[in-house]
């Protein structure tokens, strides 16, 4: 059976704004049809074998304003899976997680950028499809309720971004679903996710699943 570990954040891996808990149970839900599917937070990461490492690691986690400082466990763990082989599924406010460590920005290929980056207020979006593709996958455009993050600090020589799904705001697009190549194994990021309403869109639900299934694929 297919194992996908989802990691929801909790204390120095959470935030004020955001109930992980809810996000990840509604998560789960989504990719239940493509294998087991197991939930476990930050906190609970350590007691979990390092190997084998799960078939996809879904990081639905955050971080506060002040960053976490260096040598933090669970990055280890996260980093040390993906250097392994297995792939990456992040989504909303991973963004926001280990902002102070240049890893997990070459990772996913952005961070949120505090007095910089931000969003419009949660509510209505239309998230635009790209027309790119990357291992096979292509995404149609939606409407869905949800935050649209913009503005982050993006790694601009990262040739290995493909962006699948982007938002225009103040006339400017913002990427929102990219895909990387990353190294050891593919990575895929989502920056919608802001509470369950948004894994209840059947669209975006469907966006998730199409992302994943093609981590598996490899």
Do not use: K, N
């Amino acid at each position: 059976m297919t194992d996908l570990l989802i990691v929801a954040g909790a204390g120095a891996h959470g935030d004020p704004w955001h109930v992980l808990d809810d996000t990840a149970a509604a998560l789960a839900e989504v990719l239940r049809p493509l294998g087991e599917v197991r939930v476990v937070s930050t906190g609970e990461l350590a007691g979990l074998p390092a190997s084998p490492a799960p078939d996809l690691v879904v990081c639905d986690i955050s971080g506060p304003p002040e960053g976490t400082g260096g040598g933090d466990p669970v990055l280890e763990r996260l980093l040390a899976w993906h250097a392994g082989g297995a792939p990456v599924l992040a989504v909303h406010s991973a963004v926001l997680a280990f902002r102070d460590d240049d890893r997990w920005f070459a990772l996913l290929g952005a961070r949120w950028r505090e007095g910089v980056s931000g969003h419009p207020p949660l509510g209505p979006a239309d998230v635009r499809s790209t027309g790119d593709s990357a291992a096979g996958i292509r995404l149609a455009g939606f409407r869905t309720i949800d935050e649209r993050y913009s503005d982050l600090e993006l790694a601009d020589a990262d040739g290995d971004r493909v962006v699948l799904a982007e938002h225009v705001e103040q006339g400017r697009q913002h990427p929102l679903i990219w895909w990387r190549a990353a190294g050891g194994a593919p990575v895929a990021v989502s920056l919608l996710g802001h509470d369950a309403r948004a894994y209840a869109s059947a669209d975006y639900a469907d966006a998730l699943r199409r992302l994943a299934a093609g981590l598996l694929r490899g």
